[in-house]
């Protein structure tokens, strides 16, 4: 029986410590819909053509640990229309830790660095979550 993959087990790789992730949010690719319609054609209602293609922002979620600060490092780069950006590989693995789809993210650079709430009433781990801009999304399935 081929069963479907579960989702809990990936890796990022993103050119940062080797630190686990705990969610990557926002893979996904759309396509902007274009009307058409020519005056001369004889139909009462537009075609639709595709469009450019546009990618969302990616979300990258991890408990913060001691002396790790690459994502504060990345996004320190950044000046007006200047910043460090990096091709960034995220993929599903299986049981045997062995990749079976893969997402690539080209010239992908962070836009926003946010971290959790503080909460004297709470024992969660405070979480840092770094937001990818990037200019291509490539999924192979392996």
């Known amino acids: 029986m081929n069963y479907p993959h579960t989702k809990n087990h990936f890796r990022v ?19 902007d819909v274009v ?10 209602s537009v075609r639709k053509m595709p469009g450019l293609k546009k990618f969302s922002d990616v979300i990258l979620k991890r408990g913060v640990v001691k002396n790790d600060d690459d994502f504060y490092k ?5 000046t007006f229309n200047q ?3 990096r091709d960034v ?13 893969v997402w690539k993210l080209r010239n992908s650079f962070p ?3 946010e ?3 503080l909460n004297a009433h709470s024992s969660d781990v405070i979480i840092e979550s770094l937001t990818l801009v990037h ?5 192979e399935y392996l």
Do not use: C, Q
């Open 13 to 31: 790789e993103w050119g940062g410590n080797n630190v686990g992730f705990m969610e990557v949010s926002g893979l996904s690719i759309e396509l």
């Open 35 to 44: 009307d058409y319609r020519e005056g001369s054609s004889p139909e009462s």
């Open 74 to 78: 990345w996004i320190s780069t950044a």
């Open 83 to 85: 910043v460090e950006r």
């Open 89 to 101: 590989i995220i993929s599903l693995l299986n049981e045997s830790h062995e990749p079976v789809v």
């Open 111 to 113: 836009s926003k660095l």
């Open 115 to 117: 971290y959790s709430a």
């Open 135 to 139: 200019e291509g999304l490539i999924v």
